[in-house]
């Protein structure tokens, strides 16, 4: 496997992280997931954008300008002979003596390779089932930090019933997945929690938006509660690995008749569409 570090495409075998990078030590770092489709990154504008806001946000700032970045993804796409899958980068403050405080001239430390992949398909097809849990995080979900050691705990929680997300709740209202944005559909409108600091305002989210407006489907960005939730006529997740995963099953009751909804149907293949008209025209 070929990494791209700090500008540089190299074996997998030559990377070094010092002790001291402050990623490996408090997680002060940000990241992106970009999938890969036919070689063509979907949305990368939309992410590399995200990762310099998040970088912003925290104070660290990315030693590359944006449409350098762009093409050394590119360049690490092509020497990977990527056609499809996932594609990790992150971003480091950088490598300094452990103290919380830090000097601002350390240097940023960036890497990128691609994921192992994974096949979604039947998921997609099937529907998957979730869990409730309490959002029980910092209040700067929107930036997409490294830290994720809550997402991973109720994460893994989720897995070891068996399920495929844990959907969140603060104060009552739904939030997001651990991974994941969660849209609920009741009596043809779809709602989804609004883009502020109690959520990661997510890509896939954000191009369905378009999606549900270009197609002429009425949308909320709009809370609603847990009880919304259980009683809504549609469930689905959202992540650019996963795209649009209905649920079935939350809590072990069944979402509606237990079995994906009409409207997730035509919103996967708008969505599918989409991808499709976005990455073919697009310059690989
Ligand atoms: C907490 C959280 N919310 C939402 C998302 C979905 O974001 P995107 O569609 O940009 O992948 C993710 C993706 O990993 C996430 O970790």
Same mark, same amino acid.
């Given at each position: 496997m070929k990494v791209l570090v700090d500008g540089e495409i190299v074996a997998r075998s030559a990377v070094k992280v010092d002790m001291e990078d402050r990623g490996y030590q408090f997680g002060d770092g940000v990241y992106e997931v970009i999938n890969v489709y036919d070689?063509?990154?979907?949305?990368?504008?939309?992410?590399?954008?995200?990762?310099?806001?998040?970088a912003q946000e925290i104070g660290i700032s990315i030693n590359f300008e944006s449409d350098h970045l762009k093409n050394d993804i590119r360049k690490l796409i092509q020497?990977?002979?990527?056609?499809?899958?996932?594609?990790?980068?992150?971003? #480091?403050?950088g490598v300094a003596p452990? /103290?919380? !405080?830090? %000097?601002k001239d350390i240097s940023s430390k960036l890497v990128a390779y691609p994921l192992p992949y994974k096949e979604m398909s039947e998921s997609r097809s099937t529907g998957v089932t979730a869990i409730t849990e309490q959002d029980l995080r910092w209040l700067r979900c929107d930036i997409k930090s490294l830290n994720l050691l809550y997402n991973i705990m109720?994460?893994?929680?989720?897995?070891?019933?068996?399920?495929?997300e844990a959907i969140l709740i603060r104060d009552g209202v739904v939030t997001e997945g651990t991974s994941s944005n969660v849209f609920i559909i009741k009596n043809g409108t779809i709602y989804t929690h609004p883009a502020t600091n109690l959520i990661l305002n997510g890509i896939t989210r954000q191009k369905l938006?378009?999606?549900?407006?270009?197609?002429?489907? #009425?949308?909320?960005?709009?809370?609603? /509660?847990? !009880?919304? %939730?259980l009683e809504a006529d549609e469930v689905f997740v959202t992540s650019t690995t996963s795209e649009v995963?209905?649920?079935?099953?939350?809590?072990?009751?069944?979402?509606?008749d237990?079995?994906?909804?009409?409207?997730?149907?035509?919103?996967?293949?708008?969505f599918s569409l989409t991808v499709k008209n976005e990455t073919s025209s697009a310059v690989g």
């Open positions: 070689g063509v990154p979907f949305t990368l504008d939309e992410h590399i954008e995200r990762l310099y806001r998040s020497e990977n002979d990527m056609k499809k899958g996932g594609l990790y980068l992150q971003v #480091t403050r452990r /103290t919380h !405080q830090y %000097l109720i994460k893994q929680k989720a897995y070891e019933q068996g399920c495929f938006l378009e999606v549900y407006h270009e197609n002429g489907w #009425t949308f909320k960005e709009h809370p609603f /509660t847990t !009880q919304e %939730l995963v209905p649920v079935i099953s939350i809590d072990g009751k069944d979402v509606n237990g079995r994906p909804g009409s409207l997730t149907r035509k919103i996967q293949q708008a």
